[in-house]
């Protein structure tokens, strides 16, 4: 997640803490102890492909956390002007500040490595996206009021009930979806199918399902007001077979497949006077058009594909983001009369047949309340 939502986070939970011991002080110590963590951004890793994967790596675990914790509770214990705090106290403190920084990115669609060094990979539930508002704002405005109101425990523990129900409502809300959309999946036989349920940038009303099929994958929104609820696919191309073989049989290709997993999309870059080049996008975050992170892995030499130093390649520019926002906020409001994925940016690998329907057809007999068991 975002710094504002980490720092934030870090000075209710460090305030509830030591709050009693230190006052605002707490609060301001939690906030920094919360953004260690992503210190780990300005590791080099080697390369723009090792940068992206290795991000929330082992300061994120939660042995580091009981290291990191362990060894500066013991220190901070020692010194005259902290130690009568205790080192449980201050123990308590480095590591709940620490382990709810872990589990914030653990709710975003990348997830953490909460479990390293263990060969398990990032964790996620995918239930909150990286940044949301409506999580941060309790946890900045009992953080804000502890700072420069008064100090009042009862503030920090409203805001973080409060930003917790919200990141409980997401859990909800993706098991509830995931629920209302089977019967169309298994009508389609894309049950068994790799498939991904995320809420949309900065809210939970609005709902991006994702699955993969060979060498295709679709999209569609779904809102929780929508009716009837169902996921309306449009079908984009994933890359071909050879084209799909020859980047995960490149190591940097199998790196990436470990961290993305099967959300990954192979194409062909052609470029003037230069060799081609291999491609290989991860589709988790973002929309077709609008994938931030895709990675340049190899160029082709005398038909071969030869590895490169991965360079990170995206689809859009900020401003083309931005129009993409709007595009959601129109889907939310005016769900009949919103445009579809494939005409915010027209992607060239968008199959148009058949012909696009925002909306599916729906019979006119139909009761919205059996959507659930319709195909």
Not at 250 to 278: I, T, V, Y
Not at 316 to 345: F, H, K, N, W, Y
Request: glycine share 8%; proline share 8%; net charge negative.
């Amino acid at each position: 997640m975002d710094p504002i939502t980490h720092a934030s986070l870090g000075a209710v939970v460090g305030g509830l803490v030591l709050g009693s011991r230190l006052g605002r002080k707490a609060v301001l110590l939690g906030a920094a102890v919360a953004l260690l963590p992503d210190l780990d951004t300005f590791i080099a890793y080697g390369d723009e492909l090792s940068d992206f994967i290795y991000h929330r790596g082992f300061t994120h675990s939660v042995l580091f956390h009981l290291v990191f914790a362990t060894a500066i509770a013991a220190l901070l214990a020692r010194l005259p002007r902290t130690g009568e705090i205790g080192f449980g106290r201050w123990w308590l403190f480095l590591f709940l500040v620490l382990a709810t920084h872990a589990v914030n990115d653990l709710l975003t669609t990348y997830g953490t490595q909460i479990l390293w060094p263990l060969p398990v990979g990032p964790l996620s539930t995918g239930s909150i996206f990286v940044i949301d508002p409506f999580y941060t704002l309790p946890l900045l405005v009992a953080a804000i009021g502890a700072l420069f109101y008064r100090f009042a425990p009862r503030l920090l523990v409203a805001g973080l009930v409060l930003s917790t129900l919200y990141a409980g409502s997401g859990l909800a809300l993706k098991a509830w979806i995931d629920h209302r959309i089977q019967p169309v999946l298994t009508a389609m036989e894309l049950d068994e199918q790799p498939r991904l349920v995320q809420p949309t940038p900065f809210n939970l009303l609005l709902w991006r399902i994702t699955v993969i099929n060979d060498d295709e994958f679709l999209e569609a929104w779904v809102g929780i007001f929508d009716t009837p609820i169902r996921p309306d696919f449009e079908h984009f191309e994933r890359g071909d077979r050879e084209l799909r073989e020859a980047a995960l049989a490149l190591e940097d290709g199998q790196r990436l497949q470990g961290f993305s997993g099967d959300f990954l999309r192979f194409h062909r870059a052609e470029r003037p006077d230069e060799p081609d080049r291999l491609i290989a996008t991860d589709i988790r975050l973002g929309a077709p058009g609008y994938f931030p992170f895709g990675f340049e892995l190899a160029q082709e030499i005398d038909g071969e594909w030869q590895p490169v130093t991965p360079r990170r390649v995206a689809e859009s520019t900020r401003s083309e983001r931005l129009d993409a926002i709007q595009a959601i906020v129109r889907r939310i409001v005016d769900p009949e009369g919103a445009p579809c994925m494939m005409d915010l940016t027209e992607p060239d690998y968008a199959i148009e047949q058949p012909p696009p329907r925002c909306r599916m057809d729906w019979p006119s007999s139909a009761d919205p309340s059996d959507d659930a068991e319709q195909p």
